[in-house]
């Protein structure tokens, strides 16, 4: 980390100052389209549409409302459509993090104007998008770089979701689990800031939080109830599978339609107008019917509601391209799934179950199981329950892992044509240096030498010589003098027979690019990349003593080693050791 950070850190304060009055801003617009589209009244206060007299004519609000966010994404932007995460995603990884202006103005508008009409969303998904294009316009009016661009529009991002929900540590943590792509001081340092300044004018616009406050549970629940905390998970996971499968599942068939996608929404919006007007709770945002699976007072109604017309229009309409968010729908999905196994389950206090699923939901579909984890004791500032979340969580998300490739935001990334692997590990060339791959058998020239001496050395040394490119000069106590290349040292030999000898210290380059021994791998590709060289002399520091050549082929060395690390499979005890009948048949099935 370099001082340049602070300069950075500063300018991402501003940016989540601008992120806590953007989020408060687009839920007063929701709030607003949500009284006008369904009580006929002016007002911002963000109220639910399942409280409307409209009858049957509530189906046509949401196709409305989809057709004007269809024909904003097609006049306007393409950008707006989607959830926001994935396009803030491939913002960062394709675009240099770079966001259209028009983008941070219409994709609130058309998330406020979907929600409103009765999207099945999340108002974070948008205001995530929202705030990171924020931070990459303050960025691109910067000289800044491509890495610095990124801090700024993930801390816009990551701002504008502690705002939202009042959680600047899951709101950081997501960063880092889904939009940084790096642990790093630089990002992490700048990105934490601006949650933490977001969150903290939140209070005086929302009000403290928690968000959804629960009673306080049990200490201990007992190791029933750690089963059935691994039972959620899985249940967890299986629904996460589901949807994800749903999504995409209406996501192709609304491409075989031969129809613009202009129109998508508005089918979309039918789907989400038939589903409210046989489950009203299903419209919107839904954070009163989260609020009410969690005090346990839900009933079963209301829970299979949520299971099977939330998550069937949820799916239909986000599969339509339509704009908003998922993470609001996904906690109240998860809440009913718990709800539904807390009926067979032991009680632990109420709300606890759905909690677990809430929990367990979000880190099996999104694959941000810290995140899900903090979020949840965020939302309902009830410590006591980190641990039989964390076993939720990490069942599901192991889970979702093992049966699918791809979460529901990475798929999208995919189906744009796009690798993306969401495991962070140490890079390989971190951990070994130059001097543990240097190639000490290659033919190194004495700064004295004649050329009569180098094409004799050239013609009688190992058929190996002939493959190399570089040559290091060193004088008598082995220090670098420079390097010639294969090229140049012929022209010197051929030279010197016609013209009569030449020293070789005028053909050398006296100034090589080269690294030094106690250098990691990583350094080493930095200088071949940034000098356009494929190979490099290894010293030691301060003699400038030659300790040999480093290639390109070399640095395989250190993919070599971690697949070994992976792939190699040994008995590192004494074979004298009996084990039990148990662990010698794991031992014979982890040999397969």
Known sequence: MTPRVLAISAVAIVVGVVAAYVSYGLLKLIGFFTNLFFFGRVGTSLVSPAGHHLGPWVIAIPVAGGLVVGLMARYGSD?????????????????????????????????????????????????????????????????????????????????GMAATFAAPLA?????????????????????????????????????????????????????????????????????????????????????????????????????????????????????????????????????????????????????????????????????????????VLPFEGAGFWPLVGMSAILGGTMRVPLTSVVFAYELTHDGNVLLPLMLAVIVAHAFTVLIMRRSILTEKISRRGYHLSR??????????FAREVARSSVLALPADATAEQVDASMRSGPTGRNQQRLFPVLQADRTLVGVITRGDLRKWIELSRTAGTRPLGEMIERRPVLTFDDEPLRLVVAKMAGKGVT?????????????????????????????????????????QIRLPAAFAKLERLMRR
Not at 184 to 197: D, G, M
Not at 292 to 308: E, H, Q, S
């Open 423 to 432: 495991e962070y590990s140490i890079d390989p060339l971190e951990i070994i």
């Open 171 to 343: 709101s950081t943590l997501l960063a880092v689990e889904l939009l940084l792509f790096e642990l790093k001081p630089r990002s992490v340092v700048p990105v934490a800031l601006a949650c933490i300044v977001s969150t903290t004018i939140r209070r005086h616009l929302m009000g403290l939080g928690p968000l959804f406050p629960v009673p306080v549970h049990p200490a201990f629940i007992g190791y029933d109830g750690l089963l059935g905390c691994a039972f959620v998970g899985i249940l967890a996971g299986v629904f996460s599978a589901l949807l994800t499968g749903a999504v995409y599942a209406a996501e192709d068939a609304f491409q075989r339609l031969p129809i613009h996608w202009m129109w998508w929404p508005a089918l979309g919006g039918l789907a989400i107008g038939v589903g409210g007007w046989i489950f009203p709770q299903a419209l919107g945002v839904g954070y009163d019917v989260i609020a009410t699976l969690l005090t346990g007072d839900a009933p079963l109604k209301i829970v299979l509601g949520v299971l099977i017309v939330k998550s069937l229009i949820w799916s239909i309409s986000l599969g339509s391209g339509t704009s908003g968010g998922v993470l609001a729908p996904l906690l109240m999905m998860g809440a009913a799934v718990g709800a539904l196994a807390g009926r």
């Open 79 to 159: 950008r707006i459509r989607g959830h926001g995460i994935p396009e803030a995603i491939e913002a960062i990884l394709m675009s240099g993090s770079r966001v259209e202006p028009k983008v941070a103005l219409l994709k609130p508008i058309s998330a406020a104007i979907s929600i409103g009409s009765g999207g099945p969303f999340g108002a974070e998904g948008p205001i995530i998008l929202t705030g990171g294009a924020f931070g990459s316009l303050v960025a691109q009016f910067l000289h800044l770089t491509s890495a610095e661009r990124k801090t700024l529009l993930v801390a816009g991002a990551a701002a």
């Open 535 to 575: 190979r490099l002399p290894v010293v030691e520091r301060g003699t400038r003593r030659f300790v040999g050549m480093i290639a390109l082929a070399d640095l395989l060395q250190a993919r070599v080693r971690l697949l070994e690390a992976e792939e190699r499979r040994e008995r590192v005890l004494g074979t």
